[in-house]
């Protein structure tokens, strides 16, 4: 059960943290805590597992990173699990998750993958595909960011 302290941690965790000396500070105020009382919260949310890691979102388009493709694997399901730790752990990796196949649909992972151009996604692809030993695969590059927001728990 969440205390009222850690629902409203949470409630400030929600929106990006303040490029401040002190960020755990701004997100105190904005929780109605003392920085201690929002740093305790915080380690108990990880403590229990609420919370698994704190990690930084870069606007890739912003950067450089300008494509992205979701590369979709056929991966024998005695594979799953070694091939998808080993493509989760490839630098240029950012979600990465096993799914069942569908009717008319084969394949069972799925690796998001970011580029600076159709051409780098593809190399990468061709590289993490000899890298696990599976040359089943397929690119779907993105056409357009139709949404993209942080998950809300609390409002």
Same mark, same amino acid.
């Given at each position: ?5 850690? &629902? ?5 965790l ?71 730790? &080993? ?18 649909w ?5 690796s ?34 139709? &949404? &993209? ?7």
């Amino acid at each position: 059960m969440l205390t009222d302290v850690e &629902k409203r941690v949470i409630l400030a965790l929600q929106r990006d943290l303040e490029v401040v000396p002190q960020p755990f500070q701004a997100l105190a105020e904005r929780a109605g805590v003392s920085e201690e009382e929002a740093l305790a919260a915080i380690r108990s949310l990880k403590e229990k597992g609420y919370i698994r890691r704190f990690g930084a979102t870069l606007r890739h388009q912003l950067s450089g990173f300008e494509a992205n493709a979701l590369v979709v694997w056929i991966i024998p399901p005695a594979e799953l699990s070694r091939v998808g730790k &080993k493509l989760a752990g490839h630098r240029a990796v950012t979600h990465c998750y096993a799914r069942p196949p569908a009717p008319g649909w084969p394949y069972n992972l799925y690796s998001m993958v970011h580029g600076k151009s159709p051409e780098e996604i593809r190399a990468l692809a061709a590289e993490m595909s000899k890298d696990i030993g599976i040359a089943d695969y397929d690119i779907l590059f993105s056409e357009a960011e139709l &949404k &993209k927001t942080t998950m809300r728990y609390f409002s």
